[in-house]
DNA sequence: CTGGTCACCTGGAAGC
DNA sequence: TGCTTCCAGGTGACCA
């Protein structure tokens, strides 16, 4: 379920809240997600004071003295705020319990992952490979054009590809392409610097614009407290086949690229 | 390196 | 109603 803005929003929701308290105990249900769960994952955490929680890509890091816990989401995790007294539900795989509140994980189809990092985290495995974030100032028109020159790929492939951009998914690839009217197919080395200049400001004001709502596009986003999404973004895109683009008025087609669903108006994306 | 495919897993929706 | 098929927000592993 998430892309970077639900990470994001994920990890401002629960920040305030958990921040600078110590685990009194974890508890997990199942012995491993997308990774095997930490090894004595209670002993490794109990006693521990949460010192911050920081985001890269769509992954967040939550930072405790004696190392980082690494969290990702994968497409359908969620983490939720809950009071102790609250029974875990189906899906519900790991609790970390700090005081009077629980840090709950749901994830169903189990592509999430928690992993411990002793070392430096930069330099894990996970995270020494992933791409820049697209939201720094490092992430620019000329940034794009450089690293796409004779990249035979689709543009929306090249910008899915975590180990060069980070953060950008399957809805917000295509949202972003629409927005700076350009067709999915492209190869990536043939779009112009002119064109990658409307490009990459289409892709941090669309992940902006999600992070700002506070919500975002997606159907099922839970919130940190258990309320969802408010659906203000409304796709022009995603989701839309059939459907009118909310500029020309003509269908919007979806075609599959890398196994993934891609949205777009022909009309309006060259 | 690049580009393409597969696997992991569950549940909801659509089709018959 | 019930069975089958397809699809879903991600990404590492593997292949030529």
Redesign the pocket.
């Known amino acids: 379920?998430?892309?970077l803005p639900e990470v994001e929003i994920t990890r401002r929701g629960i920040a305030p809240n958990i921040v600078g308290q110590h685990v009194i105990t974890v508890v997990a249900r199942i012995p491993a997600l997308?990774y095997p769960l930490p090894v004595r994952f209670d002993k490794l955490l109990s006693g521990k004071v949460l010192r911050k929680i920081e985001r890269r890509?769509?992954?967040l890091l939550f930072d405790f003295d004696t190392g980082v816990l690494l969290v990702?989401l994968?497409?359908?995790g969620s983490l939720r705020l809950v009071p102790v007294a609250l029974p875990a539900q189906?899906?519900d795989h790991v609790d970390l319990v700090f005081g009077q509140t629980i840090l709950r994980l749901r994830d169903?189809?189990?592509?999430g992952a928690m992993v411990w990092i002793d070392g430096d985290p930069e330099s894990h495995p996970?995270l020494s490979?992933l791409g820049i974030e697209p939201l720094s100032e490092a992430f620019s028109a000329s940034w794009l054009f450089a690293i796409t020159r004779k990249?035979?790929?689709?543009i929306k492939?090249v910008l899915?590809d975590?180990?060069r951009v980070v953060g950008v998914?399957?809805?917000y690839a295509s949202e972003s392409l629409f927005r700076a009217g350009i067709d999915p197919r492209s190869p990536a080395?043939k779009i112009s610097l002119k064109r990658y200049e409307r490009l990459a400001p289409a892709i941090k004001e669309t992940l902006s614009l999600a992070i700002a709502a506070g919500g975002?596009?997606?159907?099922?986003?839970v919130h940190s407290d258990g309320s969802l999404g408010y659906f203000q973004l409304q796709a022009f895109v995603y989701g839309r086949e059939g459907e009118l683009c909310r500029i020309c008025e003509r269908p919007v087609r979806m075609i599959r690229q890398?196994?993934?669903?891609t949205f777009y108006c022909p009309h309006c994306q060259r």
């Open positions: 379920m998430p892309e997308r890509g769509k992954y990702h994968g497409m359908s189906k899906h169903p189809r189990r592509f996970l490979t990249r035979k790929a689709a492939i899915m975590s180990h998914g399957n809805i080395g975002s596009s997606l159907r099922d986003f890398g196994q993934r669903a």
